[in-house]
T-cell receptor, first 116, second 114 residues
Framework: AQKITQTQPGMFVQEKEAVTLDCTYDTSDQSYGLFWYKQPSSGEMIFLIY??????QNATEGRYSLNFQKARKSANLVISASQLGDSAMYFC?????????????FGPGTRLSVLP | GAGVSQSPSNKVTEKGKDVELRCDPI?????LYWYRQSLGQGLEFLIY????????KSGLPSDRFSAERTGGSVSTLTIQRTQQEDSAVYLC????????????FGSGTQLSVL
């Protein structure tokens, strides 16, 4: 079964608008971490934001915020005031403690295109 | 170094040849991960090291793939008798036990098997 699901293979957003990228996860751990990474066409993986499973407040980092709904196992990324440079692949990831230690699992990604 | 370093950045090889990919993690990072990313796809987990031990080799696609880590630092991913389906970007990442434990990625090795 998929541990991380990103149901939007591709998304379009108008410049300066906000956009939400969906992520749902599956784990039986009580303690886990959720991450979003951005991968522009250059290929580098850029850390955006982190949410711990025990954090009561939604994480925010500049224009990025994470809409964490624990009961629904949802960790959507919200990008406000989109910029052309936001066009990239976005990956949701989960860190959980598996049988062998810290295990990081990535979703299939969402390709975001920001339109001028 | 300041970040995760991978070499070579590009490797072109002929089918059937062996290749070695190198990863130099951030100093002090005990955990090291290898992922494979095919064109336009997500990240496929290959192997995970904690120190020099590889407790999780479950992601290695076949026995042609192996990896080692020495001195709790540099790791080498070896692919024997390469096949065309091995063509992909191989990403290495490291993390520290403390803090968020987030992954710091290298810039990857683009492997092309002709």
């Amino acid at each position: 079964a998929q541990k991380i699901t990103q149901t939007q293979p591709g998304m379009f957003v108008q410049e300066k608008e906000a956009v939400t990228l969906d992520c749902t996860y599956d784990t039986s751990d009580q303690s886990y971490g959720l991450f979003w990474y951005k991968q522009p066409s250059s290929g580098e993986m850029i850390f955006l934001i982190y949410q711990g499973s025990y954090d009561e407040q939604n994480a925010t980092e500049g224009r990025y915020s994470l809409n964490f709904q624990k009961a629904r196992k949802s960790a959507n990324l919200v990008i406000s005031a989109s910029q052309l440079g936001d066009s990239a692949m976005y990956f949701c990831a989960m860190r959980e403690t598996g049988n062998y230690g810290q295990n990081f699992v990535f979703g299939p990604g969402t390709r975001l295109s920001v339109l001028p | 170094g300041a970040g995760v370093s991978q070499s070579p950045s590009n490797k072109v090889t002929e089918k059937g040849k062996d290749v070695e990919l190198r990863c130099d993690p951030i100093s002090g990072h005990t955990a090291l991960y290898w992922y494979r990313q095919s064109l336009g796809q997500g990240l496929e987990f290959l192997i995970y090291f904690q120190g020099n031990s590889a407790p999780d080799k479950s992601g290695l696609p076949s026995d042609r793939f192996s990896a080692e880590r020495t001195g709790g630092s540099v790791s080498t991913l070896t692919i024997q008798r390469t096949q065309q389906e091995d063509s992909a970007v191989y990403l290495c990442a490291s993390s520290h036990r403390q803090g968020l434990g987030k992954l710091f990625f290298g810039s990857g090795t683009q492997l092309s098997v002709l």
